[in-house]
């Protein structure tokens, strides 16, 4: 689950897999800025079947705080 997630995630920033983790960090990852976080936001949601209200937003701020919310480790 952890892959898959990750290759999600490097699609939607436009990099390879090697250079993000579960430990990214929004903000602090150049590709991830506000239009990466809302197709991020879109993706996951599509892609496991979720519903992430807009209210919640705001508790995400690495790739693990997203993982966790699927039900994933967050461990690196």
Known sequence: MKQNFLKLAAGVFGVNISEISLSTAYKEFEPWDSI????????????????????????????????KLLGGESSV
Do not use: K, N
């Open 36 to 67: 990466a976080f809302l197709r991020l936001v879109m993706e996951f949601e599509d892609e496991y079947g979720i519903s992430i209200p807009m209210e919640r937003f705001g508790e995400f701020f690495t790739l693990g705080d997203f993982f």
